[in-house]
């Protein structure tokens, strides 16, 4: 039986390998676009878009981004969780990290997702952000004050409108 499963596992890669092999003549499709969710509290659907927005601002980083969801409304739930999220950026900002590296934001309330980034930034040492990307993900009206805050860090900034 042992011998039977080793020869099956073979044959399988083997077969796999060949199928890789081959070119294909049909063009390879593109994967559907994600597109901005219309409800805040669609987590799944925030997660496509905002990685979405990530992978084509990536450009030259290689690791993996850091990336922090905003949520949007006013309950104390909502409120809760964006202070989680608030203390996570506070931790990472005063902490810094390295060059190569990415911090990108977004959530369905832009003007939430600016004050996150803003407040975290207050307290960047000078310089101490130099090689690393800033993604801002919202709306152009907040774009100017968050690149305020995060210019005193060395980041490089960028904006993405939702």
């Given at each position: 039986?042992?011998?039977?499963?080793?020869?099956?596992t073979i044959?399988?890669?083997?077969?796999?390998?060949?199928?890789?092999?081959?070119?294909?003549?049909?063009?390879?499709?593109?994967?559907?676009?994600?597109?901005?969710?219309?409800?805040?509290?669609?987590?799944?659907?925030?997660?496509?878009?905002?990685?979405?927005?990530?992978?084509?601002?990536?450009?030259?980083?290689?690791?993996?981004?850091?990336?922090?969801?905003?949520?949007?409304?006013?309950?104390?739930?909502?409120?809760?969780?964006?202070?989680?999220?608030?203390?996570?950026?506070?931790?990472?900002?005063?902490?810094?990290?390295?060059?190569?590296?990415?911090?990108?934001?977004?959530?369905?309330?832009?003007?939430?997702?600016?004050?996150?980034?803003?407040?975290?930034?207050?307290?960047?040492?000078?310089?101490?952000?130099?090689?690393?990307?800033?993604?801002?993900?919202?709306?152009?009206?907040?774009?100017?004050?968050?690149?305020?805050a995060v210019?005193?860090?060395?980041?490089?900034?960028?904006?993405?409108?939702?």
């Amino acid at each position: 039986m042992r011998k039977f499963l080793i020869i099956a596992t073979i044959a399988l890669l083997g077969t796999f390998g060949l199928a890789a092999c081959q070119k294909s003549e049909q063009p390879v499709a593109q994967a559907a676009r994600a597109v901005k969710p219309t409800s805040p509290t669609d987590m799944k659907g925030w997660q496509a878009y905002l990685g979405q927005i990530v992978q084509d601002n990536l450009g030259n980083i290689t690791n993996p981004p850091y990336l922090y969801f905003v949520p949007a409304g006013d309950s104390p739930d909502d409120q809760a969780a964006r202070g989680r999220v608030q203390d996570e950026v506070n931790s990472v900002v005063a902490t810094t990290v390295l060059p190569g590296n990415m911090v990108a934001a977004g959530g369905p309330d832009s003007s939430k997702t600016a004050q996150v980034l803003e407040t975290a930034f207050k307290n960047a040492q000078p310089g101490s952000f130099k090689g690393v990307v800033v993604l801002f993900i919202g709306d152009k009206a907040d774009e100017a004050a968050v690149q305020a805050a995060v210019a005193p860090s060395g980041a490089t900034f960028k904006f993405a409108q939702m």
